[in-house]
């Protein structure tokens, strides 16, 4: 089956410019989340999907970041203006359990 | 903040089996263990997950304490291709979506 995919691979912006980010999960998978991902850390869940439903988005900062996901299937993560701090990989997974994610390639971002 | 332990690094010679050890002192009965692994420049990778038995797939074992403090992650021949940052997550099961991710373990596998 065909894995997360991720849109753009890269991308470089200048602070307070606005960027999006898109995720295609695998077919038939109800759960999404999105992950921020800073150099030499963990990944960190930014906001978690039920079809098209939020579940969490208590680690979203929600004065800049957005999410969607329209129709339960695509999603797009927002950020409006963005800071240095936020380049990171954004990383996008989806699960039909509850014990394994799919992770997409990410996309890293370089805020400058 | 994690709840588990991981040494940041270990070296591992291609063709033996490599134990990759978590703390998680502070788990509660309800809470299962999970290990990913992250090969550099790629997503997370689901490796395996167990509550209190031993647990083995294609990829690896889990071996955890009978008290449940601690674990160990076998890969029983590893090769180059196991390079990887491993990390090992305690988690409900109905929050096993909700992953807490700590800095791991570094694995290098060398010839």
């Known amino acids: 089956e065909a894995g997360v995919a991720q849109s753009p691979r890269y991308k470089i912006i200048e602070k307070r410019q606005s960027v999006a980010f898109w995720c295609n999960p695998i077919?038939?998978?109800?759960?999404l989340y999105w992950y921020q991902q800073i150099l030499g850390q963990g990944p960190k869940l930014l906001i978690q999907?039920?079809?098209?439903?939020?579940?969490?988005d208590s680690q979203l900062p929600k004065d800049r970041f957005s999410a969607e996901r329209l129709k339960g299937v695509d999603s797009t993560l927002k950020i409006q203006p963005a800071k240095l701090e936020d380049s990171a990989v954004y990383l996008c997974?989806?699960?039909?359990?509850?014990?394994?994610?799919?992770f997409g390639p990410g996309t890293r971002l370089t805020v400058t | 903040d994690a709840k588990t332990t991981q040494p940041p690094s270990m070296d591992c010679a291609e063709g033996r089996a490599a134990n990759l050890p978590c703390n998680h002192s502070?788990?509660?009965?309800?809470?299962?263990v999970y290990w990913y692994r992250q090969i550099h420049s790629q997503g997370p990778q689901y490796i395996i997950h167990?509550?209190?038995n031993n647990e083995t797939n294609e990829m690896a074992s889990l071996i955890i304490t009978e008290d449940r403090k601690s674990s160990t992650l076998i890969l029983p021949h590893a090769t180059l291709r196991d390079t990887a940052v491993y990390y090992c997550?305690?988690?409900?099961?109905?929050?096993?979506?909700?992953?807490?991710f700590g800095q791991g373990t570094e694995l290098s596998v060398k010839p």
């Open positions: 997974a989806s699960s039909r359990t509850l014990y394994e994610q799919y």
């Open positions: 077919s038939g998978h109800a759960t």
């Open positions: 999907f039920q079809n098209n439903g939020v579940v969490d």
């Open positions: 502070t788990i509660s009965g309800n809470e299962y």
């Open positions: 167990g509550l209190k």
């Open positions: 997550i305690v988690a409900l099961y109905n929050q096993g979506g909700k992953l807490i």
